[in-house]
Nanobody
Framework: QVQLVESGGGLVQPGGSLRLSCVAS????????VGWFRQAPGKEREGVAC????????EYADSVKGRFTISRDNAKNTVYLQMDSLKPEDTAVYYC???????????????WGQGTQVTVSS
């Protein structure tokens, strides 16, 4: 069964950090593009960070550049999103997605996880 499972969300104060994890099962994540997307209440889902192809470089939305870092551990079939200097506007449900090619400008149609809530508030 092809599946992505996110974890690591929670409540954090402004300026704090969180690390999200996305574990794949049923397929080798290293052979695909993978990205993190988020959706805040009342807003459209938006791209945050991705590896646009299996060997592509990391790409970031302007709103998170310099604060978020995407990485992948092929041995663990896992992709991470390290989020530092968090702001209240980062509050959203964060999802990981995977397919052959990903662009942050478009919502992928491939495999999605169930999402993990990130809340940045004092």
């Amino acid at each position: 069964q092809v599946q992505l499972v996110e974890s690591g969300g929670g409540l954090v104060q402004p300026g704090g950090s969180l690390r999200l994890s996305c574990v794949a099962s049923g397929f080798g994540l290293e052979y695909y593009a993978v990205g993190w997307f988020r959706q805040a209440p009342g807003k459209e889902r938006e791209g945050v960070a991705c590896f646009s192809s299996s060997e592509g470089p990391a790409e970031y939305a302007d709103s998170v550049k310099g604060r978020f870092t995407i990485s992948r551990d092929n041995a663990k079939n896992t992709v991470y999103l390290q989020m530092d200097s968090l702001k209240p506007e980062d509050t959203a449900v964060y999802y990981c997605a995977s397919q052959s090619v990903i662009s942050l400008d478009y919502v992928p149609t491939g495999t999605w996880g169930q999402g993990t809530q990130v809340t940045v508030s004092s």
